[in-house]
């Protein structure tokens, strides 16, 4: 079979000029002070620290994963607590494959990556070039125009597109395979995002991405009602404003906070989203309002749209804003609300034979893709 070229990526543009990165490799802001000077006192015993939580994840996965199953199935506990308070850096790509499901899919299909992006040809090709430049436009790996990480980008969604051709792309896909290809390779980014959208390990997600947003639809529901049950001045004073989850936290869910949050709260986000499910970002979310309440219901519409768009700094400190997240119990109410959603928009509860056959046939997506 001949091999097809990707000729719109033949030239790559001029290396960015060099500037000063932060520890995740962002451009950082121009600042005149230098927080990062002013710690360096207690940089050792923040050294010394983080390398004792690395020995112990080490510990825990085995070499490269082989105990990690063994060690989830004799101490979920102590694997979730961990996770809460943060994957290391180091080993957080390896973590996020282990605990999604997609090392699974990704073993058991050899070859598949390869051919969706050398051999096929998708309809969102000229969308998917359109949008590169737009993701994470500050980080080191994605500034240059068609360079490695812009081809890397190009490459995994173009090859999801192909995968899942009812789905194909959607603009806010890209925040999601950007954030996974600064933890891991192309290959391995691809079956983490089919692992999501599909649901090996959580409920799928393409629902996100699909014709109309249904999942969107869903989601926003459910968090206006929890709003209005967890914060019902707050609930009210939306009511009065006219104001709907649609026009602020639409983006929260389609790419789980990696749009336009930090990216030391999106990650440590992300941890507890692929262990744990989407009701962290309903938690998370909750929690901004609560953390922000009081300012919240004393503001008229536009000043209101202004701060659901921009919250303070210390509001997204994670080491503030998670444990109050994890504080509020939502798993059991959004079950319940999302069949009153189905009951009303005429949809039935997906069983979970079916969820099983769709798994299915993900994980025997090689021999199709092969033919």
């Given at each position: 079979?001949e091999?097809?070229?990707t000729?719109?990526?033949?030239?790559?543009g001029?290396?960015?000029?060099?500037?000063?990165?932060?520890?995740?490799?962002?451009?950082?802001k121009?600042?005149?002070?230098?927080?990062?000077?002013?710690?360096?006192?207690?940089?050792?015993n923040?050294?010394?620290?983080?390398?004792?939580?690395?020995?112990?994840?080490?510990?825990m996965?085995?070499?490269?994963?082989?105990?990690?199953k063994?060690?989830?199935?004799?101490?979920?506990?102590?694997?979730?607590r961990r996770?809460?308070?943060?994957?290391?850096?180091?080993?957080?790509?390896?973590?996020?494959?282990?605990?999604s499901?997609?090392r699974d899919?990704?073993?058991?299909?050899?070859?598949?990556?390869?051919?969706?992006v050398?051999?096929?040809t998708s309809?969102?090709?000229?969308?998917?070039?359109?949008?590169?430049?737009?993701?994470f436009?500050?980080?080191?790996?994605?500034?240059q125009?068609?360079g490695?990480g812009?081809?890397?980008?190009?490459?995994?969604?173009?090859?999801?597109?192909?995968?899942?051709?009812?789905?194909?792309y959607?603009?806010?896909?890209?925040?999601?395979a950007?954030?996974?290809?600064?933890?891991m390779?192309?290959?391995?980014?691809?079956?983490?995002?089919?692992a999501?959208?599909k649901?090996?390990?959580?409920?799928p997600?393409e629902?996100?991405y699909?014709?109309?947003?249904?999942?969107?639809?869903q989601?926003?529901?459910?968090?206006?009602?929890?709003?209005?049950?967890?914060?019902?001045?707050?609930?009210?004073?939306?009511?009065?404003?006219?104001?709907?989850?649609?026009?602020?936290?639409?983006?929260?869910?389609?790419t789980?906070?990696s749009?336009?949050?930090?990216?030391?709260?999106a990650?440590?986000i992300?941890?507890?989203?692929?262990?744990?499910?989407v009701?962290?970002?309903?938690?998370?979310?909750?929690?901004?309002?609560?953390y922000?309440?009081d300012?919240?219901?004393n503001l008229?519409?536009e000043?209101?749209?202004?701060?659901?768009?921009n919250?303070?700094?210390?509001?997204?400190?994670?080491?503030?804003?998670?444990?109050?997240a994890?504080?509020?119990?939502?798993s059991?109410?959004?079950?319940?609300l999302?069949?009153?959603?189905e009951k009303r928009?005429?949809?039935?509860?997906?069983?979970?034979?079916s969820?099983?056959?769709?798994?299915q046939?993900?994980?025997?997506?090689?021999?199709s893709s092969?033919q």
């Amino acid at each position: 079979m001949e091999r097809k070229k990707t000729e719109e990526f033949e030239v790559p543009g001029p290396v960015p000029p060099a500037k000063t990165l932060d520890r995740f490799g962002f451009v950082k802001k121009e600042s005149n002070g230098s927080p990062e000077s002013l710690n360096k006192s207690g940089s050792a015993n923040e050294q010394e620290r983080e390398e004792r939580r690395v020995r112990k994840w080490r510990k825990m996965i085995g070499v490269g994963g082989s105990d990690w199953k063994h060690y989830a199935r004799r101490k979920p506990h102590v694997v979730r607590r961990r996770i809460r308070k943060g994957i290391p850096d180091c080993l957080r790509g390896l973590v996020w494959q282990l605990i999604s499901g997609s090392r699974d899919l990704l073993l058991m299909n050899p070859g598949v990556y390869e051919q969706l992006v050398l051999y096929e040809t998708s309809a969102s090709e000229l969308d998917i070039i359109r949008d590169i430049s737009r993701t994470f436009p500050s980080h080191v790996f994605f500034q240059q125009r068609h360079g490695p990480g812009q081809r890397s980008l190009y490459n995994v969604l173009k090859a999801y597109s192909v995968y899942d051709r009812e789905v194909g792309y959607v603009q806010g896909m890209g925040f999601l395979a950007g954030l996974l290809l600064l933890y891991m390779s192309e290959e391995d980014a691809f079956w983490l995002l089919v692992a999501l959208l599909k649901g090996a390990v959580q409920a799928p997600m393409e629902g996100l991405y699909l014709v109309g947003l249904p999942l969107v639809q869903q989601y926003l529901f459910q968090f206006e009602q929890l709003v209005r049950e967890h914060l019902p001045k707050l609930g009210e004073h939306f009511t009065e404003e006219m104001i709907n989850p649609s026009m602020y936290a639409s983006q929260w869910f389609i790419t789980v906070f990696s749009y336009s949050f930090p990216f030391n709260l999106a990650l440590r986000i992300w941890d507890v989203f692929l262990h744990e499910g989407v009701q962290i970002v309903f938690q998370v979310g909750l929690a901004l309002l609560k953390y922000c309440h009081d300012n919240l219901v004393n503001l008229p519409f536009e000043k209101l749209i202004h701060a659901l768009r921009n919250f303070p700094d210390e509001a997204m400190n994670p080491d503030i804003l998670l444990p109050m997240a994890y504080s509020i119990k939502v798993s059991r109410r959004l079950e319940e609300l999302k069949l009153v959603y189905e009951k009303r928009n005429g949809k039935t509860v997906e069983s979970a034979e079916s969820r099983g056959k769709q798994l299915q046939a993900v994980k025997q997506k090689n021999s199709s893709s092969k033919q």
